[in-house]
């Protein structure tokens, strides 16, 4: 009898489970690995599956029911030694997680022997008094994802000083009915990676507007004084061919490519440099303010089209672009915006959340504080190209650090400024938040639905490019 009752109850769990469309079984999980929650009532299901995972040598699983709210992890701490350097490496899938990048996330939390957070490496801003950093957790970005569905996730860290232990969490967090499956986690010591220091370059200066030949041309001395310089990047300003030039966009917007492409591609490729600048683009009635990024070899690696337009050009008749791309380049991610765009923190935002470590900025003018700002609260190198004289304290050409503080800028018409940087140098200062471009994309929160009482264009298909 008592058997029969208990077959009954099991076959009634079961039932409901499979009604509510899961089952939520905690389930024998490896070695080392142990399931955490912040609190009991909030607590997925962990379990492990021993032939699950792209090579079929098992899977951590974490399990949520039908309530939301519910967050967990699977924890497992490796020793390191402090100022050595780790590889993390990780395969994830999910399956009813809507937004993977934010729910499905790992951490990698540096401490001591007795499992206390640890302080972050010295740095040069203690000599100023101000307080030292801790050492804040890793955030190692997504991977690419194979046909089957697996993400790789994978970085390379330096353990600070005073670490003894690396604690990797396998989270999963605020996805109702989702399951994620971790596989093949691995933490191992590793080779330093190679420095990747770059000389980032801008050019304070305005053409004339004789002609659009003429302006292309006068940039032929400061590129040489650039490549003299040992610039890497060269920034130039705003609609280069056209400015000045006494005719409207559209009589003067050419195609890309194009002539005045055709002339820079040529410069660049004399000279070795990578090269952005903007120009009015022609694409049949349309026209664009379109920023153009040139390689070494003299090759036209992208284009961006100006999102945010003042009235002038849309009145004018410019259309915006709706795209955010970012250049994978033998220096580093590189993307673009163009002048107005730095009122809005949208485009730099997005530009950062797709990667870009550097930003070139090509402005006929903007207030500087919005340049400091968009450096800092994106932690960017911006590189800034202006028509303003720098008296009038109305935007600079110059190179931001990811503080947003201006290391070098153009006093004079004419200069050239080259400033080199370290692409590879972790950010670390006062109050540290830890290594923001993982952050912004494991903290970023999903993009509101659109109302209907408030936007008569709800319901409407996002932007190409949009990023949830």
């Avoid at 699983?61 to 390191?80: R, T, Y």
């Avoid at 401490?111 to 490496?121: C, K, N």
């Avoid at 967090?173 to 596989?183: C, D, K, M, N």
């Avoid at 264009?457 to 996002?462: I, K, L, Y």
Wanted: glycine residues 8%; neutral net charge; charged residues 25%.
């Amino acid at each position: 009898m008592a058997t029969s009752l208990c077959r009954f109850l099991l076959m009634l769990a079961l039932c409901l489970g499979l009604c509510s469309g899961r089952v939520a079984a905690e389930g024998p999980i490896p070695d080392g690995w142990s399931a955490m929650a912040p609190r009991d009532e909030i607590r997925p299901a962990f379990s492990y599956e021993p032939q699950l995972g792209p090579d079929g040598l098992g899977a951590l699983v974490i399990s949520m029911d039908d309530a939301i709210g519910q967050q967990g992890w699977l924890e497992k701490a490796f020793p390191v030694d402090g100022g050595r350097y780790y590889r993390f490496g990780v395969d994830r899938r999910t399956e009813g997680v809507e937004l993977p990048r934010r729910s499905a996330i790992v951490r990698i939390a540096w401490r001591d022997d007795q499992g206390r957070m640890v302080s972050a490496d010295p740095y040069e801003r203690e000599l100023e008094g101000r307080p030292v950093a801790s050492a804040e957790p890793e955030h190692p970005l997504d991977g690419p994802t194979d046909p089957s569905g697996w993400t790789r996730i994978e970085a390379v860290y330096r353990a600070p000083a005073r670490a003894k232990r690396a604690v990797v969490e396998l989270h999963l967090q605020w996805a109702p009915a989702g399951q994620v499956f971790w596989a093949a986690p691995r933490f191992e010591e590793t080779t330093a990676p190679a420095s990747r220091k770059v000389r980032l370059a801008t050019v304070h200066y305005k053409p004339s507007g004789k002609s659009v030949r003429e302006n292309c041309e006068e940039f032929a001395p400061p590129l040489a004084d650039a490549a003299a310089k040992q610039a890497d990047l060269v920034v130039l300003g705003e609609t280069i061919p056209t400015a000045g030039v006494r005719r409207k966009p559209h009589e003067l917007a050419e195609p890309v490519p194009g002539p005045s492409t055709d002339y820079f591609c040529q410069l660049a490729r004399t000279h070795g440099l990578h090269l952005a600048f903007s120009l009015y683009e022609r694409d049949g009635r349309v026209v664009y303010n379109t920023a153009v990024l040139i390689d070494p070899e003299g090759q036209l690696v992208g284009k961006y089209r100006k999102v945010c337009l003042p009235h002038g050009e849309v009145e004018a008749g410019i259309m915006p672009g709706n795209d955010y791309p970012v250049f994978d380049t033998r220096l580093g991610k590189i993307g673009m915006m163009i002048c107005y765009d730095g009122f809005f923190p949208e485009v730099a935002r997005e530009l950062t959340s797709r990667g870009a470590e550097v930003i070139a900025w090509p402005v006929w003018g903007c207030d500087p504080l919005l340049a400091k700002a968009r450096a800092n609260e994106n932690r960017v190198f911006i590189v800034s190209s202006t028509f303003m004289d720098a008296k009038a304290n109305w935007m600079l050409s110059a190179i931001y650090d990811r503080d947003g503080t201006p290391l070098a800028a153009g006093a004079t018409w004419g200069t050239v400024v080259v400033q080199e940087v370290d692409l590879s140098a972790r950010r670390v200062g006062p109050y540290n938040l830890g290594d923001f471009h993982g952050m912004v994309q494991r903290h970023r929160p999903p993009q509101p639905p659109v109302s209907e009482t408030s936007n008569p264009t709800a319901g409407a298909s996002p932007p190409r490019g949009a990023v949830r």
